[in-house]
């Protein structure tokens, strides 16, 4: 039914008014709540603009509709009964029509969103979607599932009968809304001694379309929503508004099974579980949900023996999906605990490196980074895929790889290695013909099928610096000269292209394509002279000492060549520029960075002093323009920039991207580019 798409509604569209709720550490574009995969990976608008399937109202649970990342309706509703009668704590159903509850604040950190609502001023709710991040527990993170725990407790000091119900749509299960989706129910063992089990919904697309999407949500595997069986909970499956309406009405459900496979968009299916609370006071109660997606084949490879299948990581360590999912929904409390520390530790170094500022930015940016990618292959030999989101979604592509990286190398620099680790297989068995990088491994998700006639988007002096600077990161940070080694030819063919050349580099795009094409790049340059230090620190570490000596003698060469060519030292204060010869022109100076990260010393101190003292002056509102060609900016690329600067600097950098995240219009999850004046 179209009630379903009452597009987004605002809260005075259905007639309702929120009262004002707290954001801490600050009100994000859109917030995460289910982001755990390229496909489990949903969001609440909060933002104001209107380009990704309307505006957002606020940042309100209630009174709108969670979204996919690309902004289409995924439909996840939730109600509360409290006392017989019933309330609405998410989403946006016409029918019923029910009051909303009054959220009262909210808060997130690097693992959760959590939602504190006030019932009636009878109970309060502590509703907390927790995405779990554990870099060093490849089994945990290989689980492609994310946890709903609602927590209700009485508000004023009074018993009061309470039941909750929540439910998911079949609009999960692929972006094509007349596509046939069929689901059954069951209920599976969660221990033996404990006699406890898991009660769930599986949903799915009726015809498996492998290594296909839809706007961007995959058409194939088996989505699960979960809960525990306990005697007081009730499910159904069947017509929104009549699943709604029945729970609305009596507080349960009929613990029936709908079989009329149809299309997601006829009448609506959705998924529903009822448990009642009974009598609730001060003893707060907690029930636990579970939503994901299962595939057992999860990427088509390109790999050293031609194109395969390669499976999900978390095969390795269950025999099927539903003891995955088991595990998963009953190693809530480990979650919880592990994502916890997981949540202090980044705001603790965060706020010792930049303030409570700086956490604003970390905290938000960490579970959406992560959700980027998933864990494929086998114990023994196990790849990390990404996909590049929000724009046309290429596998493995170096340049988004790159500024992925620090979180990596922050977390475990394992898990660089094994993003690196496809490419270079790839391009080390002769299935990419060109001598420099390749710039991704696939042109869609999750097919990295690779370019064997080289006609990938072509960024050679980028990818090149890209690929050698982390190579050598990860093998400085996880002690690892061996990983040089192996692939000590192929890097060793990447500098040959950076020599030729990085100091004059012709008319081509850098990772910026969307700035379109510019020959004499300064910055380029940079990356590509402090690529080939790399290659002489790897060549060092490698035993190769003639042409480690080389190689330095040549970025040294380099270096002092493009000091020449690429700082107007008239201007007040002088700066690069964003051309060689272009005086009027400037540019954040990011692939500065490297040279940092690295170590290398290659860069004289002098320009890391001019440039530090050139941001201020050129600082907009929310931030520094990216260049001089447009007023927008990238976070990303400020954020390196500001790891190049002094003190103050840095903080200026930080703080206004802190601010734009406070105040944007945008609706979107965190992007990464937007303008520097407007901060849309």
């Known amino acids: 039914m179209w009630s379903h798409y009452y597009i987004l509604p605002t809260a005075s569209l259905l007639c309702f008014s929120f009262a004002t709720s707290t954001f801490s550490p600050a009100r994000p574009p859109a917030i995460p ?31 709108q509709w969670p979204t ?16 017989g009668i019933s309330y609405l704590w998410m989403g946006a159903p016409t029918t019923p029509s029910l009051p909303f509850v009054n959220q009262t604040s909210f808060e997130y950190t690097s693992t959760r969103s959590t939602f504190v609502m006030d019932v009636a001023g009878m109970v309060t709710m502590n509703i907390t979607f927790l995405s779990p991040v554990t870099p060093t527990d490849l089994m945990r993170q290989s689980l492609p599932f994310s946890y709903l725990d609602v927590v209700v407790g009485s508000g004023d000091g009074r018993s009061h009968d309470v039941q909750l119900y929540t439910d998911v749509s079949a609009e999960w299960a692929s972006g094509d809304r007349s596509a046939i989706a069929e689901w059954d129910y069951g209920v599976a063992s969660s221990s033996a001694s404990s006699g406890s089990s898991t009660s769930y919904h599986r949903f799915y697309r009726q015809t498996q379309l492998l290594w296909s999407e839809t706007s961007d949500q995959s058409d194939y595997g088996y989505w699960y929503y979960a809960t525990d069986n306990v005697a007081n909970m009730t499910y159904e499956s069947g017509t929104n508004t009549d699943v709604r309406s029945a729970f609305a009405t009596s507080g349960r459900l009929a613990d029936t099974n709908d079989t009329n496979y149809r299309a997601i968009n006829d009448s609506y299916p959705v998924f529903a579980f009822a448990v009642d609370l009974g009598a609730v006071n001060t ?16 990427i088509q490879f390109d790999g050293a023996s031609g194109n395969a299948s390669v499976p999900s990581l978390w095969t390795s360590y269950f025999s099927n999906e539903v003891d995955a999912l088991v595990f998963f929904h009953t190693d809530y409390a480990n979650a919880a605990s592990l994502a916890t520390t997981f949540d202090n530790k980044v705001a603790s170094d965060s706020s010792a490196a930049g303030g409570a500022d700086y956490i604003t930015l970390t905290s938000l940016a960490a579970r959406q980074a992560f959700a980027a990618t998933q864990l494929t292959g086998t114990r023994d030999t196990p790849y990390l895929f990404l996909k590049e989101i929000s724009s046309d979604g290429n596998v493995q592509t170096v340049d988004v790889i790159f500024p992925f990286h620090p979180v990596l190398i922050y977390t475990n620099p394992t898990l660089l290695k094994l993003l690196l680790d496809p490419l270079l297989i790839n391009q080390e068995s002769g299935q990419y013909p060109n001598k420099y990088s390749m710039h991704d491994l696939g042109s869609h998700y999750p097919n990295a099928t690779g370019h064997s006639a080289g006609n990938d988007e072509q960024q050679p002096l980028e990818e090149c610096g890209n690929m050698l600077i982390m190579t050598l990161e990860y093998a400085q940070r996880a002690s690892d000269t061996a990983y040089l080694s192996q692939h000590y030819a192929i890097l060793d063919q990447w500098t040959q292209s950076l020599i030729a050349e990085a100091l004059i580099p012709a008319d081509q795009i850098s990772t910026d394509d969307f700035a379109d094409s510019l020959a004499n790049q300064t910055n380029l340059a940079l990356k590509g002279i402090i690529g080939i230090e790399a290659m002489a620190v790897i060549a060092n570490l490698t035993g190769n000492t003639a042409t480690s000596e080389n190689y330095t003698s040549i970025a040294h060469k380099y270096i002092t060549e493009w000091q020449s060519l690429g700082i107007n030292y008239k201007a007040d204060p002088p700066h690069t520029t964003l051309a060689y010869g272009m005086s ?33 002056t050129v600082a907009e509102q929310y931030g520094v323009p990216l260049d001089t060609r447009h007023d927008y900016t990238k976070n990303d690329w400020e954020m390196f920039a500001a790891a190049t600067a002094s003190p103050n600097t840095t903080l200026m950098f930080i703080s206004d991207i802190a601010t734009w995240i406070n105040k944007t219009p945008t609706n979107r999850a965190l992007p990464d580019l937007y303008g520097a004046t407007g901060g849309e």
């Open 283 to 298: 003893a707060a109660v907690s029930t636990i949900f579970t939503l994901g997606l299962a595939q057992k084949e999860a």
């Open 584 to 616: 009027d022109t400037h540019g954040l100076l990011y692939n500065l960075y490297g040279d940092k990260e690295l170590g290398l010393n290659l860069v004289p101190q002098s320009v890391y002093d001019m440039q530090s003292n050139f941001y201020p």
């Open 33 to 63: 709540l289910a982001v755990k995969s390229p496909y489990v990976n949903c969001w609440q608008q909060a933002g104001s603009d209107t380009e990704s399937g309307g505006a957002g109202n606020g940042g309100y649970l209630a009174g």
């Open 68 to 83: 996919f990342w690309a902004g289409q309706i995924v439909g996840w509703a939730g109600f509360i009964r409290v006392d």
